[in-house]
């Protein structure tokens, strides 16, 4: 069991080492702000390692594709990724529920949606209008092509040609004629002579 310290609450809590800093803190009702539920492609989770840095586990490939290797330089980690394997301080100043709620519910806010007028919200209705008028469209477009000169344009070859069957014969672009065999006579041999 390793004891964590939580900045700025100074918290103390303890942490199995088979439990990463995520889990840990949010078995203890901690909020961490998470979006891919701990698999290392958000970057939302990362904490500082106030103190104790060598007491952490090394970061993972995951990790260092999405965070690099600056550890050294920005003491941050991803929470999901991190093991305590000592004492340790860790900074979680960042992760504000209120305020992440409060940005979540701005985004979302009819207000918001009146300041941006790039964001369209459609009814349930318009959308069924918009996908109706679409394969209307669609509809048109295929009849339209079954229909135009260019599909059936051997037919109207064959026509002009008289021709009957229903296989279209491929025209020939010069050079159809076999080469001939060679062939080789007494007389060539006399001739030789
Ligand atoms: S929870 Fe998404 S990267 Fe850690």
């Not at 999901?80 to 000592?86: E, F, I, M």
Request: hydrophobic share 25%.
């Amino acid at each position: 069991m390793a004891k964590v310290t939580l900045y700025p609450s100074e918290e103390v809590i303890e942490v199995r080492d088979d439990q990463n800093l995520l889990e840990a803190l949010r078995d203890r009702g901690v909020y961490i702000k998470s979006s891919c539920g701990g698999v290392a492609s958000c970057s939302d989770c990362i904490i500082k390692i106030r103190s104790g840095e060598d007491e952490v586990s090394p970061p993972p490939f995951e990790e260092l594709a999405l965070l690099g290797n600056v550890f050294h330089i920005t003491k941050e980690r991803l929470a999901c990724q991190t093991y305590a394997q000592g004492d340790i301080t860790i900074d979680i100043s960042d992760h504000d529920k209120q305020k992440d709620q409060a940005r979540l519910q701005s985004k979302t806010s009819s207000q918001h949606r009146k300041n941006n007028p790039a964001i369209k919200v459609r009814k349930k209705d318009d959308v069924r209008k918009i996908y109706d008028e679409r394969r209307a469209k669609r509809e048109e477009k295929n009849k339209a092509s079954q229909n135009e000169d260019w599909v059936r344009h051997w037919e109207k070859n064959k026509e002009n040609a008289g021709e009957t069957d229903s296989v279209p014969r491929p025209k020939r672009l010069g050079g159809g004629q076999r080469p001939k065999p060679f062939t080789y006579t007494k007389d060539d041999d006399e001739s030789k002579d």
